[in-house]
């Protein structure tokens, strides 16, 4: 009988420039998202107001990204035997819900505002669209300069990615507004910042919701997984296999091995580490590995709790 454990970790970014990029977008946003704010309630418009609301849950995203990138440096101690990885995990689910809950207030806002449009001022709306525009792409340039394997990182990245997009929309009713005096196109930019806001808001909680729920990564097949390590020589059966996130970007596995009476259990072992290590990143491996019984050749665990996976027959 033996088990083995095999993990590796660390990003390409270093950390330190990590919070220098973030830190300098997070500046950049807040500047701006107060002076929009101030812009958006002169002008009348609920789009700059919205891309406002947008904004601060971008900056809400890096403030949280800048906490667990120090949180989740620490080593593991106490009863937090993997460290305090997952807090980027709980920003990132805290900041979906927001952008979910703010979106459906801009949504009925929106649609409030197009049966009784206000007055908007065209050309307070169409500047600060095309300045938001700017403040955006050298955002979007800093953040995309930082380790965006991180959920935190990626998820402030679309935001911000997403606001360009609002922003356009914003300038172009601004535009409108300005020479055709049609207000409702105000309404209608903050229908769609609205829904760009839902669209990152379900993303965001689908995906720190798979990491909560302990599902495969979105890009493993477990059941394929399972039959390509049956493949190796002298596996018998393989059951509880297990594939995870620790945290984003840090996949892991476990799973119990049966092999061949006889065989040198450890070197199989070693070859299925190194082929999760080579074929699928999965540096962060622990496997039990025991020896069939000769009169069926399988033993299985008292309480399995996982699907089981045998050679197919040849």
Not at 113 to 138: C, D, F, Q, S, Y
Not at 145 to 166: C, M, P, W, Y
Request: with cysteine; charged share 15%; aromatic share 4%.
């Amino acid at each position: 009988m033996g088990a083995g454990h095999g993990h590796g970790h660390g990003h390409g970014v270093d950390a330190a420039a990590d919070r220098r990029l973030l830190s300098g977008a997070l500046a950049l946003i807040l500047a701006f998202m107060a002076a929009e704010v101030i812009v958006g309630f002169a002008a009348g418009s609920l789009a700059l107001i919205t891309d406002a609301a947008h904004m601060l849950t971008d900056a809400a995203a890096i403030a949280l990204a800048l906490v667990a990138i120090r949180l989740s440096a620490r080593p593991p101690a106490g009863g937090f035997t993997y460290g305090l990885k997952r807090v980027e995990i709980l920003s990132a689910q805290a900041n979906g819900i927001t952008l979910l809950l703010l979106a459906a207030f801009f949504l009925y806002e929106s649609v409030a505002r197009m049966i009784h449009p206000p007055e908007v001022e065209g050309a307070l709306v169409l500047i600060t669209g095309v300045v938001g525009i700017a403040v955006n792409l050298v955002a979007t340039w800093l953040i995309s300069k930082a380790n965006r394997t991180s959920l935190n990182v990626e998820g402030a990245f679309q935001h911000i990615l997403n606001d360009l997009f609002a922003f356009v929309a914003t300038a172009v009713a601004g535009l409108v507004v300005l020479l055709t005096g049609f207000t409702r196109a105000d309404s209608i930019a903050a229908l769609v910042v609205a829904v760009l806001m839902l669209k990152a808001g379900v993303g965001l909680v689908r995906d720190s919701g798979r990491i909560f729920l302990e599902a495969a990564p979105a890009s493993f097949d477990p059941q394929a997984l399972g039959a390509e390590l049956c493949a190796v020589p002298g596996v018998v059966e393989i059951h509880d296999l297990h594939v995870w996130e620790i945290t984003s970007g840090e996949p892991a596995a476990s799973a119990h091995i049966m092999v061949q009476e006889g065989l040198d259990c450890h070197q199989i072992r070693s070859e299925i580490e190194a082929l999760l290590a080579e074929r699928h990143h999965l540096t962060h491996s622990t496997l039990q590995v025991d020896h069939a019984s000769a009169d069926d050749q399988t033993v299985h665990c008292s309480d399995a709790h996982g699907t089981s996976h045998r050679p197919i027959p040849t």
